[in-house]
C-alpha cells in the first residue's frame, strides 16, 4: 500500500504557484520523497526527489519539513501544461508504490 | 536515446485469447518494472527486474499472468486466457540501480482491451 495523504484535487490559476502538499508520517529514515506527475493517456513522468534538503530543479522544487513527515511540491509558475494527477511516493530503491495522487488542475 | 519503448501502443482481444507485450528498457538500465493502470487510479505494481532476475510479483498477478527478462534488457509481459477484467493501461518502467537513489522513466505504455 502506498505510504503517503494527498489530497483528492486542487485548482491553482495559469502563472500563480501550484504548492502540493503530502503526508507521509511512517516514513523511514532511508526512504527518499519522490515525485512524478501523469497527465492524460501518457505515461508517468518523473518531477523531482529528495531525502532531507529542500530540492529544486528545473520543473519544481521540493520541501520537506524537518521532521520528514510530510513534503510540499512547489511549481513556481504554473502552466495549463501543468494540469495532471501528481503522485508523492516515498521509496527506498524498491518497487515504486503509487497512490491515487492529486489531480491539478491549472485554471486559464 | 529515446527511452522507454512499448510495443504495441494499443491491442484488442477476444475473450480467453493470449496476449503478450514487449518493453525495451532506456539501455543500460538495470531494473525495469510492469505496473496496470485502469481509469481514474493510480498505476498498480505488478511486478520488477533487477537485471534478469524477477525480485517481487505483486499478489494482483494472477497465475495468468507472466514476465521475463531473458537477457537483461528487454522483457514481456505475457496474458493467458485473457477476461475483460484485464482490459487497462499496462506501463513499464526502468532505471538504473548502482547503489543511490534514481528516478524511474516510463514508457506510453500498451492500453488493452478485451471483447
Known amino acids: 500500500d502506498a505510504k503517503t495523504t494527498q489530497p483528492t484535487s486542487m485548482d491553482c490559476a495559469e502563472g500563480r504557484a501550484a504548492n502540493l502538499p503530502c503526508n507521509h508520517s511512517?516514513?523511514?529514515?532511508?526512504?527518499?520523497v519522490y515525485w512524478y506527475r501523469q497527465i492524460h493517456s501518457q505515461g508517468p513522468q518523473y518531477i523531482i526527489h529528495g531525502l532531507k534538503n529542500n530540492e529544486t530543479n528545473e520543473m519544481a522544487s521540493l520541501i520537506i519539513t524537518e521532521d520528514r513527515k510530510s513534503s510540499t511540491l512547489i511549481l513556481p509558475h504554473a502552466t495549463l501544461r501543468d494540469t495532471a494527477v501528481y503522485y508523492c511516493i516515498v521509496n527506498r530503491d524498491d518497487k515504486i508504490i503509487f497512490g491515487k495522487g492529486t489531480r491539478l488542475h491549472i485554471l486559464p | 536515446d529515446t527511452g522507454v519503448s512499448q510495443n504495441p501502443r494499443h491491442k484488442i482481444t477476444k475473450r480467453g485469447q493470449n496476449v503478450t507485450f514487449r518493453c525495451d528498457p532506456i539501455s543500460e538500465h538495470n531494473r525495469l518494472y510492469w505496473y496496470r493502470q485502469t481509469l481514474g487510479q493510480g498505476p498498480e505494481f505488478l511486478t520488477y527486474?533487477?537485471?534478469?532476475?524477477?525480485?517481487?510479483k505483486s499478489r494482483l498477478l494472477s497465475d495468468r499472468f507472466s514476465a521475463e527478462r531473458p537477457k537483461g534488457s528487454f522483457s514481456t509481459l505475457e496474458i493467458q486466457r485473457t477476461e475483460q477484467g484485464d482490459s487497462a493501461m499496462y506501463l513499464c518502467?526502468?532505471?538504473?540501480?548502482?547503489?543511490?537513489?534514481?528516478?524511474?522513466?516510463f514508457g506510453q505504455g500498451t492500453r488493452l482491451t478485451v471483447v
Open positions: 511512517t516514513i523511514s529514515g532511508n526512504e527518499y
Open positions: 518502467a526502468s532505471s538504473l540501480r548502482d547503489g543511490s537513489n534514481t528516478e524511474a522513466f
Open positions: 527486474f533487477q537485471n534478469e532476475a524477477q525480485l517481487e
